[in-house]
Each structure stands twice: as structure tokens, then as C-alpha cells.
């Protein structure tokens, strides 16, 4: 990996990343975001999780961070809420997609 693409969390700013010169907040977790991605646009856990083809319990135990979302179930949660996957893992902190 080159430089530029490293991440590393700087002495005293516990919460921040520092990646290419940019500082992103992590206090949210993936799942965190997942769930408020989910509840912004007034969707049950149960309606997600079927339109994802995931069971709910699953979906659940991913936004309470027992489970990491692999990357297909990521890439369906970004296209459903229409956001990027650098969104869903905290790099980036707007919501907008890249087509």
C-alpha cells in the first residue's frame, strides 16, 4: 500500500483518522450508520432486510456491531440508501454516490 492510502489514528486524536491528509470521524460505527441510514428513511429493520435478502436478525446483530456486514450486503445497503461504500465504512462523511 502506498502512503497516500494509509491510515493511522494520530497520538491524542483517538476517534479521528488521518487518510491522504483527510480526517474523518470514526465515533460511529458501521453499524451505527447502517441503522441511522435505515431509521432517515423511516424503514424497519423487517422491509430492509427483505429487500436485501437478509434475514432481520442478522441485519439487527449487524447494527449492534456483533457482526461486520460483509461486502455484497454492503453494496446492497449502499444501493438501497443510495450511498457509496465509503460512506457505509466512515471514510467519507457525505452521503452523495459517484456515478
Known amino acids: 500500500m502506498d502512503r497516500a492510502n494509509q ?3 494520530a497520538p491524542g486524536a483517538e ?10 470521524d470514526v ?12 431509521t432517515d428513511a423511516r424503514l424497519s429493520a423487517s422491509s430492509v432486510a427483505q429487500r436485501i435478502r437478509m ?3 442478522y441485519l439487527c446483530e449487524v447494527e449492534r456491531d456483533e457482526h461486520m456486514p460483509g461486502l455484497t450486503m454492503a453494496a446492497e445497503l449502499a444501493k438501497l440508501f443510495g450511498v457509496s461504500l ?3 465504512a ?10
Open 27 to 38: 465515533t460511529e460505527t458501521i453499524g451505527g450508520r447502517l441503522r441511522r441510514l435505515r
Open 90 to 99: 466512515g471514510l467519507r462523511t457525505t452521503r452523495t454516490t459517484h456515478t
Open 7 to 9: 491510515q493511522s489514528v
Open 55 to 57: 434475514s432481520q436478525t
Open 15 to 24: 476517534g479521528t483518522i488521518y487518510s491522504g491528509g483527510a480526517m474523518h
Open 86 to 88: 465509503d460512506y457505509i
